[in-house]
């Protein structure tokens, strides 16, 4: 974003403040990054329960007579595998293939769906959307109207049975629309933690109510930090640091959810990475010695001193008590168990190639 | 927490130890615990590491960000406080006594003279 643009805050904003969180700006949004601090609420996540801001995410609707077919062109996984109330882990790509964003569609009908995009993309994906739309079908950004809360951990299911006694949760990756409380909510089976949990968007207007029934219901309010520590540990990507319109879905290992045998944006260049072989892989690497933790930007190298490539994402994970991350490293380098160096204030930490993700469930 | 009154303050939040023998202790102070966040690493100097002042010596690394330790103080590291490796947020819960990070024999006593007392560095942390 351009440092000229007002920063944009959620309406759980005062909320998060009276709650004592630490607010900071992220993908231009004013978010909380703690509340009771990153530790206590990673661990709450996996082992109860916790809930998650996540309003500044965006959500368009599309509908109409032939949003299938074009939303199939557009985005990289193929949505006649979706039967109503399922949804899909998804790509829109450049002419290079690259990634300008990853995204959640959900089809609630024929030619009817929910999509939910990063915070940081609302914008430009629905300007790219836009100048790609055929006559006749229907694309509108729902993002200010809802307020989004990701609830996840092992009790989700009982935080969910008190905020909305009477409705059961969807299936994994499922969908529902319902009322609550005298709101039109939704509910996605969905989350970027790995733990059972689900995300729930309800009116604007309506949010804080939502948000104090989730914690009265057992949810602890948790922050970005958490969230990036949690997500990381499953190796999920972040757009913006794992993902890039400089890389392919391939060369981030995201090709299960890409069906080269349907035509989208930026299928050729990844059917020419399948044939010729990708460039460029992201690895997951982890701390087989002490040191300082991983972090962006941090140089990899390998034992003999040649760079591989630089951290994309890095942290000390809670639940492993070692130093994570992710990186590209050039292909011929992205074997597992190929041991490396992380260089950190002119210290080499050893670290070896593992298999993803990193907290084995 | 108050700040220590015996205690010297530096601008970058260190604090110093009144001198014993020429060797002070350094550490960070509550202020700067608090503003970081849970550490989960300390990076050490080495025992024998010569430094000048303003030197980073090391780092505190929270969940959030790492943080360079400068020693305000030119000298010789005489010891570090190893059990920081395996509790480093002892940095969080006592900054001022058991989150110590190393103690300096000093070059110069006088660049002592140089930095805050604890009333002149409460009033910059406002």
């Keep these: 974003m351009n440092a000229d643009e007002t920063i944009k805050s959620t309406p759980l904003c005062d909320k998060h403040v009276a709650l004592g969180a630490k607010m900071v700006p992220f993908a231009g949004w004013n978010m ?5 601090g990153i530790l206590a609420e990673h661990h709450a996540v996996r082992n109860a329960c916790g809930v998650f801001d996540i309003s500044h995410m965006g959500q368009f609707l599309v509908s109409g007579e032939g949003a299938t ?6 985005f990289t996984n193929n949505l006649n595998k979706l039967v109503d109330g399922m949804g899909q882990y998804s790509m829109m790509l450049n002419e290079k ?19 939910v995009v990063n915070a940081s993309m609302i914008d430009e994906d629905y300007a790219w959307l836009t100048a790609r739309k055929p006559e006749g079908i229907s694309l509108v950004n729902k993002s200010d109207a809802y307020v989004g809360l990701a609830i996840q951990g092992p009790e989700c299911e009982a935080v969910f049975a008190k905020m909305c006694p009477g409705v059961e949760l969807p299936v994994r990756n499922g ?12 509910v996605c089976r969905t989350g970027y933690t790995g733990e059972n ?46 993902l890039s319109p400089e890389k392919t879905p391939l060369e981030a290992g995201l090709s299960w959810c890409c069906d080269l045998t349907k035509d989208f944006i930026g299928v050729e260049v990844l059917r020419e990475q ?10 997951a690497i982890e701390y087989t010695g002490k040191g300082a933790p991983p972090r962006h930007g941090y140089e990899v190298q390998l034992p003999d001193g040649t760079p591989l490539g630089e951290i994309c994402s890095g942290v000390l994970s809670p639940s492993l008590g070692k130093g994570i991350a992710m990186l590209y490293v050039p292909a011929a380098h992205s074997k597992i168990g190929t041991e490396v160096n992380v260089v950190v204030r002119g210290k080499s930490v050893p ?10 469930k | 927490m108050s700040n220590p009154a015996d205690y010297k303050y530096s601008s970058e939040h260190e604090w110093i130890s009144p001198a014993v023998d020429g060797v002070v202790t350094l550490g960070i102070t509550d202020f700067a615990q608090a503003e970081l966040g849970e550490v989960v690493y300390v990076d050490l100097p080495s025992v024998g590491d010569t430094f000048s002042k303003e030197d980073s010596i090391g780092a505190v690394e929270s ?47 006088s660049e002592l003279d140089e930095l805050m007392d604890a009333d002149a560095y409460t009033e910059f942390c406002k």
């Design chain 1, 32 to 36: 909380p990054v703690q509340y009771s």
């Design chain 1, 69 to 74: 077919e074009w939303l199939n062109r557009m």
């Design chain 1, 97 to 115: 293939g690259g990634v300008i964003d990853d995204l959640i569609i959900y089809r609630l009908g024929k030619d009817d769906f929910f999509v």
């Design chain 1, 175 to 186: 969908i529902l629309q319902f009322e609550a409380d005298g709101d039109a909510c939704v």
């Design chain 1, 197 to 242: 949990g689900f995300e729930f968007f309800c009116p604007a207007e309506q949010g804080v109510k939502w948000f104090e029934k989730s914690i009265e219901s057992g949810a602890l309010p948790c922050g970005l930090g958490a969230r990036d520590s949690l997500r990381l540990e499953m190796c999920y990507s972040l757009n913006g640091s794992d």
């Design chain 1, 274 to 283: 399948k044939a010729a072989g990708r460039p460029t892989a992201l690895v």
């Design chain 1, 351 to 360: 670290a070896v190639i593992i298999k993803k993700p990193f907290l084995k």
């Design chain 2, 63 to 109: 969940t959030k960000a790492a943080s360079d330790i400068y020693t305000p103080v030119s000298g010789e590291i005489v010891e570090v406080n190893e059990a920081l490796d395996a509790e480093p947020n002892t940095v969080n819960n006592d900054a001022f006594g058991a989150g110590w990070i190393c103690k300096i024999k000093l070059d110069d006593a």
